[in-house]
């Protein structure tokens, strides 16, 4: 007979826990021969040999009482305020129990490679990559660590981030469930993660899990994650760049600690590491105060807008489900606001169709 994981914490290794369980009725023996004193006939009683039954119920309070530290109990039921809004904080924020979260350092030869200038991750897609969590201390039960990705640039801060079509597909999901398919990211270490959030309701995804108590000899509890969709795929994050937001949560929501991971999920991610350490170092780098030539001024300097057709044009098409739809209406608006900020004197044609956009989008998202 074994117990199952929910029943027990991460005090004892597996290997401890069934051996302790198994040998119960060795220890009892052993404790009436070498510390019950002759004539005790109340103590001789109380150890005396043990039958089937009552073998079982001694075993059962013995990991009743180390299966948690004290005054601790586990909270099984979901939280009562789970959704995540679209206008996410990802400021830094320690907290009281100076919430942390490490990168485990990686060999060459891994999927995935962290670069501590960006604080970003540049990982397969599939592979599985730690992460450490720490707190100073801990005088709360029923803590909760809850992992969101999130668009980190301002303009797409509120945009939901899922899967793409091809990777939610049946083939792709073998044994997952269907609300589980449109995330991006898994924690397949952690059985007790609950996957919220729903894309079709316009409601942010997110992965919670409680979070356990460190094991003997170090500070830290270790998750695994994997993301399941590459950020180029072009109906999923279409190479808008994302974080990873993780909070340390009370059973009631409330937020004690944030912090912040960039993500990359490519097919190079070593390549890609390297670049985007240059590019980074390249403009940090750049010159600033120098003096620049300046064009003549009988020089024209073409405004870029005169050949261009700013008649207005109405198209009709039926896309399958209300996300993709949005999808496309959103991706309009930002090729209208790339013309407003490329045309600012004449530009009305792009602020009236950047309003009738937004309109449809207010009205498919009620």
């Known amino acids: 007979m074994s117990f199952?994981?929910?029943?027990?914490?991460?005090?004892?290794?597996?290997d401890a826990r069934e051996a302790l369980y198994h040998n119960v009725h060795?220890?009892?023996?052993?404790?009436?021969g070498n510390f019950c004193e002759p004539g005790l006939s109340e103590i001789g009683n109380t150890f005396s040999p043990l039958g089937n039954e009552e073998t079982l119920n001694l075993k059962q309070e013995i990991f009743?009482?180390?299966?948690?530290?004290?005054?601790?109990?586990?909270?099984?039921?979901?939280?009562?305020?789970?959704?995540?809004p679209l206008k996410v904080c990802n400021e830094e924020y320690a907290g009281p129990y100076n919430f942390d979260v490490s990168i485990i350092p990686?060999?060459?030869?891994?999927?995935?490679?962290?670069?501590?200038?960006l604080n970003k991750v540049f990982i397969d897609m599939g592979a599985h990559f730690p992460v450490d969590f720490r707190l100073n201390s801990r005088d709360l039960e029923g803590l909760y660590v809850r992992v969101t990705p999130s668009f980190s640039s301002l303009q797409?801060?509120?945009?939901?981030?899922?899967?793409?079509v091809q990777h939610e597909q049946p083939q792709?999901?073998?044994?997952?469930?269907?609300?589980?398919?449109?995330?991006?990211?898994?924690?397949?270490?952690?059985?007790?993660?609950?996957?919220?959030g729903d894309r079709d309701n316009n409601q942010r995804l997110s992965v919670l899990f409680p979070l356990s108590y460190p094991q003997a000899g170090t500070d830290a509890v270790r998750e695994m994650f994997v993301f399941v969709c590459k950020s180029s795929c072009p109906t999923g994050m279409n190479r808008k760049p994302i974080e990873i937001i993780f909070t340390l949560e009370k059973y009631d929501g409330e937020i004690l600690g944030r912090r912040i991971l960039n993500v990359r999920i490519c097919s190079c991610p070593k390549r890609d590491k390297?670049?985007?350490?240059?590019?980074?170092?390249?403009?940090?780098?750049?010159?600033t105060g120098k003096k620049r030539k300046l064009e003549p001024k009988d020089k024209k300097i073409p405004s870029g807008d005169e050949s261009k057709d700013k008649n207005m044009h109405?198209?009709?098409?039926?896309?399958?489900g209300k996300a993709n739809i949005l999808q496309i209406l959103k991706f309009s608006q930002d090729l209208m606001a790339g013309e407003v900020m490329r045309n600012p004197q004449k530009n009305e044609q792009y602020v009236e169709a950047y309003k009738k956009l937004q309109a449809q989008v207010n009205q498919l998202q009620q």
């Open 106 to 117: 990686n060999g060459s030869k891994n999927p995935w490679v962290y670069s501590a200038s």
């Open 4 to 14: 199952h994981d929910s029943e027990l914490s991460d005090i004892l290794e597996n």
């Open 26 to 32: 060795d220890i009892v023996e052993y404790v009436q």
């Open 314 to 320: 109405s198209v009709t098409i039926e896309v399958p």
């Open 64 to 84: 009743n009482d180390l299966s948690l530290p004290s005054n601790v109990s586990y909270q099984q039921e979901l939280p009562p305020v789970y959704t995540v």
């Open 274 to 287: 390297e670049k985007e350490e240059k590019d980074s170092v390249s403009k940090s780098t750049a010159p």
């Open 156 to 164: 797409h801060s509120q945009e939901l981030v899922f899967r793409c």
């Open 172 to 196: 792709f999901n073998k044994d997952v469930p269907p609300h589980v398919r449109q995330h991006i990211i898994r924690c397949p270490s952690n059985d007790k993660a609950f996957y919220l």
